[in-house]
């Protein structure tokens, strides 16, 4: 009995450690626009996503990092709330959506992709680009806890 309560508070205590497993970092757009991320690299990571969340800071957001250049299908599955999507390569923005949908009960999850290759994804929450005036071209810098940024 006291070796399973000492197992499920030994969980209970990782739970908030392994949620952050990928780290946390910033992203700044344009020179003018810092980001601070969460960032999802395992393949768990950018399968969950910010999926079954009830809303994101309108200051925050989520960085998916990919190995290499690819072009990564982001899907709307869970979302609660509509975000605008980056795609970013090679320090600049490659592509970008405003406003995807968070589907409504019984609706089907909306699927969007880059028009090119790209090696990170930004998600944020909708109206957040044309709040900070974002645009395709825009240059790009990352400070990330652990691994490469750009």
Not at 19 to 25: F, K, S
């Given at each position: ?9 030994i ?32 393949e ?13 800071a ?11 250049p ?18 970013i390569?090679d320090g600049?923005?490659?592509?970008l ?17 880059p ?36």
């Amino acid at each position: 009995m006291i070796v399973r309560w000492r197992l499920g508070w030994i969980l209970l205590c990782l739970l908030p450690v392994l949620a952050e497993a990928g780290g946390r970092g910033e992203v700044r757009i344009g020179n003018r626009v810092a980001v601070p991320v969460e960032v999802a690299r395992t393949e768990a990571e950018k399968t969950r996503g910010l999926s079954g969340r009830d809303r994101l800071a309108p200051d925050r957001g989520m960085l998916f990092v990919y190995e290499a250049p690819v072009r990564p299908l982001i899907w709307m599955r869970g979302m609660r709330f509509p975000l605008d999507i980056l795609w970013i390569r090679d320090g600049r923005v490659v592509d970008l959506v405003r406003g995807a949908k968070a589907p409504a009960p019984g609706e089907a999850p909306q699927e969007f992709a880059p028009r090119e290759d790209a090696q990170y994804v930004l998600e944020v929450p909708a109206g957040f680009v044309e709040r900070q005036g974002i645009a395709v071209g825009d240059r790009v810098e990352m400070r990330l806890e652990e691994g490469k940024g750009r």
